[in-house]
């Protein structure tokens, strides 16, 4: 990059088009050149556009805010179908909670993106036919494909969010990279709103609980549910205006996390082997263990893909590289449990399920580890991290699909 760039300073059509493939990168490599570059009147202007900074929110034109408020609605109504269609939440919630929340979002990106018309069709398609799907699929507590395809399902959205979300350009990892770093901006941005929101909640309840009037159920039923549903697409379009808001937010708490992860697990470890704790028959180790290893993989991501412009220390690199490494560990203890009960109990649904799972993880870690330990001996490879977890979600992808739509037919629904 840093190479392209000096060469091409002074070709602005060039200079746009590597922006635009890897912003976060583009910058990284234009800061250390602007000693070299900056008598340049190109490298000026854009000095000025890559570090210019206001106090000031924005909040988007007209037509923007009118999309976000009609989206937002939207995914209102979706929340309230049950009160407004007579379903029972208990029906209607496990199967449908993420139609309030990824197509809406997909709608958003859709429109910012400008897709051509046979994207938004493919994308009405696999709403209709995936909503079609999980509601006439037979359910029952002791259906687990019905619960792996309830789990399973929002992942499948989630992916039609990054296809939407990347312009449809599946090959480009910049892009996909830049989704999963707004993902993480997205929860910190989501729990602020919410936070912000409970307290409101809790203050107008308080103020009308002092004259004696009681409107908790109604304030919860009519009004908390809607802000509850709008919260993520708020949080989106405050995101995609002002991305200087949140950017480092998720970067600060996987390092802060990383060390205190490491040793916990480190201890965790040991206090198994001492206590003599049998993780091959206790189903809540292994969920726990699949949850951990989704969290690592998110750590490892935000401490090397920080947007501020610097990138970890040699110490810190050191910590990623200790956690990946304990993580295989832990990897191949869920494993070995998960095969230990298949070869006890035989093959079911969720057992099938989660050793796929884990598998993938497995060989996603040994690609981020070995790539860890090259930018132990050379630093200006880390960036190689984060784009073999980028490279991977395809896989990920694929699992969700299988997992969601092919387990029920491949078990008979039960």
């Given at each position: 990059m840093h190479t392209i760039l000096k060469n091409n300073i002074e070709n602005p059509r060039e200079l746009e088009k590597l922006y635009r493939e890897n912003k976060n990168q583009f910058k990284k490599a234009f800061d250390?050149?602007?000693p070299e570059i900056q008598e340049y009147p190109a490298a000026q202007c854009w000095h000025e556009r890559l570090h210019y900074e206001t106090k000031e929110i924005a909040w988007g034109g007209g037509k923007e805010l009118i999309v976000v408020l009609i989206l937002s609605a939207l995914a209102g109504i979706l929340a309230k179908f049950p009160d407004l269609s007579g379903m029972k939440p208990d029906d209607y919630y496990p199967r449908n909670i993420a139609f309030i929340v990824f197509p809406?979002?997909?709608v958003y990106f859709a429109w910012q993106q400008q897709l051509k018309r046979l994207y938004w069709f493919i994308f009405a398609g696999i709403i209709a036919l995936s909503a079609v799907y999980i509601n006439l699929i037979p359910s029952g507590n002791t259906y687990d494909t019905f619960i792996l395809a309830c789990i399973y399902l929002p992942l499948v959205l989630w992916s039609?969010?990054?296809?939407?979300?990347t312009g449809s350009d599946l090959m480009n990892t910049p892009k996909r990279i830049e989704f999963l770093r707004y993902n993480g901006d997205l929860l910190v941005m989501t729990?602020?709103?919410l936070l912000a929101g409970g307290l409101l909640s809790a203050v107008t309840i308080g103020l009308f609980g002092l004259i004696q009037i009681r409107i908790e159920e109604f304030y919860f039923k009519n009004i908390a549910i809607w802000g509850l549903a709008a919260a993520p697409m708020i949080a989106t379009w405050l995101i995609r205006m002002n991305p200087m808001l949140v950017k480092n937010v998720s970067p600060v708490i996987a390092k802060v996390f990383t060390p205190l992860v490491l040793i916990t697990l480190f201890v965790y470890l040991i206090a198994i082997i001492y206590t003599g704790k049998d993780p091959y028959n206790d189903r809540e180790f292994l969920l726990i263990f699949n949850l951990l290893l989704i969290g690592v993989m998110a750590i490892i991501l935000f401490s090397v893909s920080g947007t501020s412009g610097s990138r970890p220390g040699l110490?810190?690199?050191i910590m990623l590289f200790a956690l990946s490494l304990l993580t295989i560990v832990v990897?191949?203890?869920a494993l070995s449990a998960i095969i230990f009960r298949i070869s006890e109990w035989g093959i079911t649904p969720n057992r099938?399920?989660?050793?796929g799972g884990n598998l993938l993880i497995l060989i996603n870690l040994f690609m981020v580890t070995f790539r860890l330990f090259?930018?132990?001996?050379?630093p200006e490879t880390l960036h190689d991290v984060e784009n073999s977890i980028a490279v991977y979600l395809p896989v990920y992808s694929a699992w969700t699909i299988v997992v969601a739509f092919l387990f029920p037919l491949f078990f008979g629904f039960k």
């Amino acid at each position: 990059m840093h190479t392209i760039l000096k060469n091409n300073i002074e070709n602005p059509r060039e200079l746009e088009k590597l922006y635009r493939e890897n912003k976060n990168q583009f910058k990284k490599a234009f800061d250390a050149l602007w000693p070299e570059i900056q008598e340049y009147p190109a490298a000026q202007c854009w000095h000025e556009r890559l570090h210019y900074e206001t106090k000031e929110i924005a909040w988007g034109g007209g037509k923007e805010l009118i999309v976000v408020l009609i989206l937002s609605a939207l995914a209102g109504i979706l929340a309230k179908f049950p009160d407004l269609s007579g379903m029972k939440p208990d029906d209607y919630y496990p199967r449908n909670i993420a139609f309030i929340v990824f197509p809406v979002l997909s709608v958003y990106f859709a429109w910012q993106q400008q897709l051509k018309r046979l994207y938004w069709f493919i994308f009405a398609g696999i709403i209709a036919l995936s909503a079609v799907y999980i509601n006439l699929i037979p359910s029952g507590n002791t259906y687990d494909t019905f619960i792996l395809a309830c789990i399973y399902l929002p992942l499948v959205l989630w992916s039609v969010l990054g296809f939407m979300f990347t312009g449809s350009d599946l090959m480009n990892t910049p892009k996909r990279i830049e989704f999963l770093r707004y993902n993480g901006d997205l929860l910190v941005m989501t729990a602020v709103i919410l936070l912000a929101g409970g307290l409101l909640s809790a203050v107008t309840i308080g103020l009308f609980g002092l004259i004696q009037i009681r409107i908790e159920e109604f304030y919860f039923k009519n009004i908390a549910i809607w802000g509850l549903a709008a919260a993520p697409m708020i949080a989106t379009w405050l995101i995609r205006m002002n991305p200087m808001l949140v950017k480092n937010v998720s970067p600060v708490i996987a390092k802060v996390f990383t060390p205190l992860v490491l040793i916990t697990l480190f201890v965790y470890l040991i206090a198994i082997i001492y206590t003599g704790k049998d993780p091959y028959n206790d189903r809540e180790f292994l969920l726990i263990f699949n949850l951990l290893l989704i969290g690592v993989m998110a750590i490892i991501l935000f401490s090397v893909s920080g947007t501020s412009g610097s990138r970890p220390g040699l110490f810190s690199t050191i910590m990623l590289f200790a956690l990946s490494l304990l993580t295989i560990v832990v990897n191949g203890i869920a494993l070995s449990a998960i095969i230990f009960r298949i070869s006890e109990w035989g093959i079911t649904p969720n057992r099938l399920a989660v050793l796929g799972g884990n598998l993938l993880i497995l060989i996603n870690l040994f690609m981020v580890t070995f790539r860890l330990f090259k930018a132990l001996r050379k630093p200006e490879t880390l960036h190689d991290v984060e784009n073999s977890i980028a490279v991977y979600l395809p896989v990920y992808s694929a699992w969700t699909i299988v997992v969601a739509f092919l387990f029920p037919l491949f078990f008979g629904f039960k």
